[in-house]
């Protein structure tokens, strides 16, 4: 473990456990949930907000960073933290999956990725050496490795093959990396819902040795009930004193099945994209504020939520200003459903802590059940 | 003067004034800026944060309000205050000025206007009754007459016909008002550039007999030069022991000229508006956050500026995220432009009481001369 970070764990709870990142930047409580902050900014936020909502870290995204401002600009200005001030920790990601995602004109290589801005064009090469670089220039807390991953379902071929050369572009990653004190640098699993595959990977990955592991290939296409299968066996691969992080999960029910199976930390740009689409997330189900259901209500989003949407307006203003694509539209919604998701991160910290965890979860699916949702 | 509301002279200096506008709702120290809050937001702002800018009033658009979500919701759901959550004082603009620039297929006699809406091309009739009806619905502090005026320049004829019927719906609109103990109701003086009918108008108003008195009919293509111009004789028709408020008024040098010339009240979307399109507006001049020079400029906006965005954020990283259209540009340069203007406000209202206004002119001249203007 890199020194001046540690991971503690508090309690467990069948799979599940509770627990404590230490960084030089702060705590990070487990199971946590990372807003994403993309370009240097988790849309509609201001930090501070972002900070009040709960969240211990934010996630960065190398892709968009590198291309604009670029790594050596935010470098210049005194690295991530302090150019979106944010002073707690940020984990980034790799790069790999936007690029496979995003950029044009790709070709992969056992080198690494070559591509074209999605923003003009500009042709660029990330590898693991040049991820590793740019995740330092940035400031990043928490690296991930490089890596590589084919959108499922895919035959195992192409997910073995995959797989191999990202375990390959880890031992680059963390020769590359070096060591840097207080800074943590996460191996990536791969192998797709192969639970050969998946076991092979952990075995690679913890050879080589890691602050933490992710599971990586997973939110890609293959639905929930395949997700949870996996997760049903391939955190148990991983070892038990380092943090477990689940990439890109997810909706609600998502995160309470993946902490149900071993996951430590998420991210997932559901809470702040739905913000800005009109869409809350609430212990009832997701509720469209679009529908015009709403227009004369003068309920609050959610009565027991305690974020400035739900305390200060009511539906119909919501409704108002999502309808006339006001920005505070994007600011209250994007506000409360990040609330909503760390309220739902603290409530399952604590059922894990106390022991009930299948009593909340049991709770969680009732009140989901019990109406007040909207068709989406 | 209506119960409840009143107006306090505190001092004058030359033709400026400062003094306190007294209402249930609280205070509004004048000269006031007032941030305008178009369709139930000040766009990009969460209304906690317009209050810590030091607004004590928003002023929001009757026009777009009736067309949606409609004053007869507003009322339904408790008021304008209460949807859109500012407990201070609004007043409303009468809605006659935006349905003569936004709507289509117009048609303007001595009753009101007809007119298609602009979002749904629905049917709509504004009449001096019906706006004043509007206005009780929505819960307005300070409540506008209804009336008409031509786009500048034009001919005396044709302001001379228009400022007449203005004033005939002046006292429909009085006629309409009635007595509403804690709501004032504002006579708005036409005239264009004509001093007599500028004069004309005036006495009409007074033998009606309103709460405050507005100049209309200004700051609509005449150009600084021809506002100052009625400016210097306007406001002494006025009575000096009511308020007067300058409609839609302005850049910073056009309300430190307004507030030269007796100038009380002002209000303009210029601060939000730019504050969306990556203009910010300081003591040296306007700043274009969007020019390439900021790209890589550690400095804040303005170094002694204690607003948000210029205590935690580089002119770097303002400059991206207005580059990546990102919504915390536009949060952050809108909160700067109201903390400036509201500064001014206070700076103005500060140098009147000392009896200094004219080495505060000079001192806010010979900064914006002073350099780091960007070419918008």
Redesign the interface.
């Known amino acids: 473990m890199a020194t001046g970070f540690g991971f503690t764990l508090n309690a467990t709870d069948g799979a599940a456990r509770s627990g404590v990142i230490s960084t030089p930047r702060g705590d990070i409580r487990t199971p946590a949930f990372m807003p994403v902050g993309t370009?240097?900014?988790v849309?509609?936020?201001?930090p501070e907000s972002v900070r009040a909502t709960g969240a211990d870290i934010l996630l960065g995204n190398t892709y968009h960073l590198m291309l604009?401002?670029t790594a050596e600009?935010i470098a210049?200005?005194?690295g991530l933290h302090r150019?979106?001030?944010w002073d707690r920790p940020i984990l980034t990601d790799s790069g790999g999956f936007q690029v496979m995602s995003l950029s044009s004109l790709r070709k992969l290589t056992e080198e690494g990725v070559r591509f074209s801005s999605h923003i003009d064009g500009s042709k660029h090469m990330l590898t693991p050496e040049r991820s590793m670089e740019i995740q330092k220039l940035l400031g990043s807390d928490i690296v991930m490795c490089f890596d590589e991953c084919p959108a499922l379902p895919a035959d195992d071929a192409t997910v073995a093959k995959s797989m191999r050369m990202s375990m390959r572009w880890a031992q680059r990653s963390r020769d590359a990396f070096g060591d840097r004190p207080g800074h943590a640098l996460f191996g990536i699993m791969q192998g797709g819902v192969n639970r050969d595959l998946r076991e092979e990977s952990a075995k690679a990955l913890e050879d080589i040795g890691f602050d933490g592991y992710a599971v990586g290939g997973l939110a890609v296409g293959e639905g929930q009930e395949a997700m949870f299968s996996v997760l049903d066996y391939a955190p148990g691969f991983l070892p038990q004193d380092k943090p477990r992080y689940l990439m890109g999960v997810g909706k609600p029910d998502d995160i309470v099945g993946a902490v149900e199976r071993g996951i430590d930390m998420m991210d997932c740009v559901l809470p702040s994209r739905s913000g800005r689409t009109g869409q809350a997330w609430t212990p009832m189900g997701a509720i469209n504020l679009k529908n015009a259901r709403h227009?004369?209500d003068?309920r609050p989003l959610d009565a027991a939520c305690t974020c400035?949407a739900c305390r200060?307006?009511?539906r119909?203003?919501l409704?108002?200003?999502v309808?006339?694509d006001?920005?505070?539209g994007?600011?209250l919604l994007t506000w409360h459903n990040l609330h909503y998701y760390q309220q739902l991160m603290q409530g399952l910290r604590d059922a894990i802590g106390a022991g009930a965890l299948s009593a909340f979860v049991a709770e969680f699916h009732a009140r989901r059940g019990a109406g007040d949702i909207d068709p989406l």
Not at 43 to 46: G, I, Q
């Open positions: 370009a240097g900014t849309k509609a936020m201001m604009r401002p600009r210049g200005l005194g150019f979106m001030n227009k004369d003068p400035p200060s307006y009511s119909a203003y409704h108002h200003v309808k006339a006001e920005i505070i994007s600011m």
